[in-house]
């Protein structure tokens, strides 16, 4: 029996049902919950009772250390924002393709990494072109030989929301770099469950949610922020992302000399209080052992459901295929059917792309997965 990595009484909602549904709306472990508890009751209902101006400065330090060893940069390279679509906005503002250039992208990507660029084609400031996401290709493969001296800018997800799929980095960077594009990578879907090198990658910025696979809640998010682009003003700057954003001045741009600059104002500190303490459980286990537990539950999903007629978006052989999100249809049943059929036997799967999306986590055992199979095999 393949346990689970994090006590599964820190989550309550295991008690009830199976939850494989981490790259929604991930479930809060209790540590993390019992931080923003502690946070909301000790300080936040007082307001600056207990926490001064000078203090709320400094409270986001403790969060920055934390993301800039998840993310492997320095910590003046972090910067905490509201959430990853708040930088991913400010990008081609930030990056100013010049007109007549391409953004180059995947077609099934998650919109927060490509309306931006589209909002700019709009107004006539680039091209957006799209590479498919197809199980029979690598899709890092695709995006190298669709690079070309036209693209200004690469923009992607390290794993694909719905199909799992995971690009290589490392190749993309190279590639990219020797037409002369920038990288942009969103880690949302990969943050907490695999390896994220920001600084090995070399990547202009690298955001991520403080949810999903973070195991924060909503209202925080972390990016690394390459040295060069930390040269430049944030095109929407904020109040806080002064040097002293209490020192008020509303007559001069004041920007800190790091990521700071790139805080635009007052957030969910609860929030951060929560994420910081999940952080500090991942940081203590480290990825290899979640990816690797992924791939053990991974492997006897598929290999149970494949006699039962459904498959997955990528095999179990395939190297772009993630371990923590598995993407997997029949061709005879319905994605919206069989997921309203497995809530009615306490199971909570994602459906996306037309396909019943299973999230695999630290909390996740082996009877998660059985209770799945069990429930496919019997028409759910």
């Known amino acids: 029996m393949i346990s689970s990595l994090f006590p599964r009484s820190d989550y309550p909602t295991l008690a009830g049902s199976v939850y494989l549904n981490q790259a929604s709306l991930g479930l809060v472990g209790r540590p993390a919950v019992e931080a923003m508890h502690t946070f909301l009751d000790d300080v936040a209902r007082h307001g600056n009772r207990f926490m001064s101006d000078r203090d709320e400065v400094a409270y986001f330090e403790a969060l920055r250390e934390r993301g ?13 924002i ?12 930030l990056l100013r393709p010049e007109s007549g250039s391409a953004v180059l992208a995947v077609a099934s990507d998650f919109p927060a990494v490509t309306r931006p660029w589209l909002r700019l084609a709009d107004q006539g400031g680039c091209a957006v072109r799209f590479v498919d996401d197809a199980p029979s290709v690598d899709l890092t493969d695709a995006l190298v030989d669709a690079l070309d001296e036209r693209t200004a800018v690469l923009a992607v997800s390290q794993v694909q929301y719905a199909t799992g799929t995971v690009l290589d980095i490392p190749r993309l960077r190279e590639a990219s770099h020797a037409v002369g594009a920038s990288l942009i990578v969103d880690a949302t879907q990969a943050a907490g469950a695999i390896a994220v090198d920001a600084s090995a990658w070399d990547a202009d910025v690298v955001v991520c949610s403080g949810y999903k696979w973070l195991g924060g809640h909503g209202g925080v998010a972390l990016a690394a922020v390459s040295p060069r682009l930390l040269e430049e003003a944030p095109p929407l700057p904020g109040w806080m992302g002064a040097p002293e ?20 104002s007052t957030m969910s500190y609860v929030s951060m209080a929560g994420l910081a303490v999940a952080l500090d459980q991942l940081l203590a286990l480290g990825a290899a052992p979640i990816e690797a537990h992924c791939n053990q539950l991974a492997a006897i999903l598929t290999e149970e459901l494949s006699a039962l007629g459904w498959h997955p978006f990528r095999g179990s052989n395939d190297a772009a295929a993630a371990s923590h999100i598995v993407s997997i249809a029949h061709p005879g049943r319905s994605d919206e059917v069989v997921s309203t059929a497995l809530h009615e036997h306490d199971i909570v799967c994602g459906t996306r792309g037309g396909r019943i999306r299973v999230s695999l986590a630290p909390y996740n055992d082996e009877s998660d997965v059985r209770r799945l199979v069990e429930a496919l095999g019997q028409g759910g």
Do not use: C, H, K, M
């Not at 800039?68 to 905490?80: P, S």
């Not at 954003?245 to 635009?264: E, G, K, M, S, V």
């Open 82 to 93: 509201g959430s990853a679509s708040e930088l991913l906005g400010q990008l081609p503002y």
């Open 245 to 264: 954003p209490f020192d008020f001045d509303a007559r001069r741009l004041l920007l800190a000399n790091n990521a700071r600059r790139f805080t635009q």
């Open 68 to 80: 800039a060893r998840l993310l492997n940069v320095d910590t003046g390279e972090i910067a905490i």
